[in-house]
């Protein structure tokens, strides 16, 4: 899991023909998505993002947000996406069982992105921002928006190879950086072994609106990284 829901007009597009499968294994092919697969790359973050994910989760459990908050506001952002040339899914057969969202962006763009009607998750995003490290060193930017793999495929790597996915498709296309705002240990792990680096970090223990703790129930996740990768 990665980048929650932000919003702006993409600038900068794919080539509209796929790439071949990167990774085909005897179940599963990871291939870019089309509005073919937006129906099942959608009921499976309904399931699974929404079920996983730290920061959904934790905000659903204190009553801070719906279930048909998140769904309203990233349902239409991934039909928006889907068949964009960067949005990955895995299949098996005809059935969607992962997928990883993406936009594209120039640097001003990503930097004053909005997280559509979640404040929290804005305010979070803001403060992981303005404790960056360093300046990003790109204007042409792949965003790993979220992802969710079925659960009876998780721990196959598929998360992983979806990211090469990106990674790969992001060095023939002019992309300069992918860039995750990675909000658990898995994701982030996975990041970390591709390459990527850790810019930014905000702890869930530590980010407070007016004194509580926004985000009190993401255990075993601690923290979110800004993570980035030039390619």
Do not use: W
Not at 174 to 200: D, H, M, N, P
Request: overall charge negative; aromatic content about 8%.
């Amino acid at each position: 899991t990665n980048a929650l829901l932000s919003k702006f007009t993409p600038q900068i597009t794919g080539q509209s023909d796929n790439l071949e499968p990167l990774l085909t294994m005897s179940e599963v092919k990871i291939q870019a998505g089309s509005k073919a697969d937006f129906e099942g790359a959608l009921e499976l973050l309904k399931k699974v993002f929404l079920a996983e994910e730290p920061i959904t989760t934790s905000t659903i459990k204190t009553g801070d947000f719906l279930l048909s908050d998140y769904i309203s506001a990233f349902e239409p952002m991934t039909l928006e996406l889907i068949d964009n040339g960067y949005t990955v899914v895995a299949k098996s057969g005809p059935r969607v069982v992962g997928t990883r969202i993406v936009s594209t962006a120039t640097r001003d763009e990503y930097l004053n992105c909005e997280f559509v009607n979640l404040p929290p998750i804005q305010s979070l995003m803001e403060e992981l921002r303005a404790t960056m490290t360093e300046d990003i060193k790109a204007d042409k930017i792949a965003h790993l928006e979220f992802s969710a793999v079925a659960p009876d495929f998780q721990k196959q790597g598929i998360t992983g190879k979806m990211a090469d996915f990106v990674i790969e498709k992001s060095k023939k296309t002019g992309i300069e950086c992918v860039i995750s705002e990675a909000t658990g240990l898995y994701s982030q792990a996975s990041l970390l072994a591709r390459g990527f680096k850790c810019i930014s970090e905000v702890k869930y223990s530590d980010f407070k609106i007016d004194g509580k703790i926004v985000f009190p129930y993401t255990d075993p996740h601690i923290s979110i990284k800004l993570l980035i990768l030039y390619v």
